[in-house]
């Protein structure tokens, strides 16, 4: 059964970190989330005016950060001394876990600057781990090469199409089960797998695309939530489409979440500033 698209969240102009102009869908109020995936922002800009302040130091707990640049260079640093330079088609998979206090600085001073960050839920257990990160390389990343002008990046998760399949290599312990983006050429049409008890969304950055049976329209820079099913249905308008399909797994435990730091109860959240406050910001196992 096809998932049809059940309710679609439109993202808000706001700027973050040091004044860094992007759009919000997730995340854009207490509500609009979707479990496990708790805020999706998406920053473009051809203006350095709009992103050369970046995001200074700032501290994250309880979840993990998932960065994916189309264009342009982001530096990454943190207080336990990893650096990391994020270059055209390269993801950073964080976990915040227990804590961390990290920049993330455009390394240039002209030209486009274009990307995603996705913020997702930690269950419980694994909001006070030890943080950790990975750099994934755009070369580590396949890509899923269905016709002329159609593929798929697999940054997350396992696409199975017929005989073929693409594994992610980003890790597979994470309730984000699926991340791809895919570029859909002028009146493609494309029927994806998914697992039927995920939670999933869209989110449309270029062009067009017409979604599930219903043929419903998901306007651009919105997010469009999935209902239930097994299956994604897509056909791209006339100038093709570019979009992101994000699938995982329901977490279902309490969200309170204060700025940077996202945990199940208000009194981890107050013991969450005090250790930032005191500058022990870090997991306990």
Not at 131 to 140: E, L, W
Request: with cysteine.
């Amino acid at each position: 059964m096809q998932r049809i698209l059940q309710r679609v969240i439109p993202a808000v102009d706001t700027s973050d970190g040091a004044g860094v102009k992007l759009r919000r869908s997730l995340g854009s109020a207490q509500f609009q989330r979707l479990d496990p995936f708790l805020m999706l922002d998406e920053f473009r800009s051809d203006d350095p005016r709009d992103y050369l302040a970046g995001f200074p130091s700032h501290p994250h707990r309880g979840f993990e950060t998932v960065t994916y640049m189309l264009d342009g260079r982001m530096r990454h640093e943190d207080n336990l001394g990893n650096q990391g330079d994020l270059g055209p088609g390269d993801v950073q998979w964080m976990t915040a876990a227990g804590g961390i206090v990290h920049s993330e600085m455009p390394q240039q001073q002209q030209g486009r600057l274009r990307g995603f960050q996705l913020w997702v839920n930690l269950p419980a257990r694994d909001k006070m781990k030890p943080a950790s990160y990975r750099d994934i390389a755009a070369t580590q990343i396949p890509v899923a090469q269905i016709d002329a002008g159609t593929r798929i990046v697999v940054i997350c998760g396992t696409l199975q199409l017929g005989e073929r399949r693409w594994v992610g290599p980003a890790p597979a312990e994470s309730a984000a089960r699926l991340y791809l983006d895919i570029q859909l050429a002028p009146q493609a049409a494309l029927t994806l797998p998914v697992a039927d008890d995920d939670s999933g969304f869209l989110y449309l950055y270029e062009g067009e695309v017409l979604v599930g049976p219903q043929a419903q329209r998901l306007p651009a820079n919105a997010a469009g939530v999935l209902g239930p099913g097994d299956a994604v249905g897509l056909q791209a308008g006339g100038d093709g489409a570019r979009l992101l399909l994000l699938m995982g797994t329901p977490i279902g435990e309490p969200i309170v979440q204060y700025g940077p730091f996202v945990m199940n109860t208000r009194e981890e959240i107050e013991q969450a500033i005090r250790d930032y406050q005191a500058g022990h910001l870090v997991g306990t196992s």
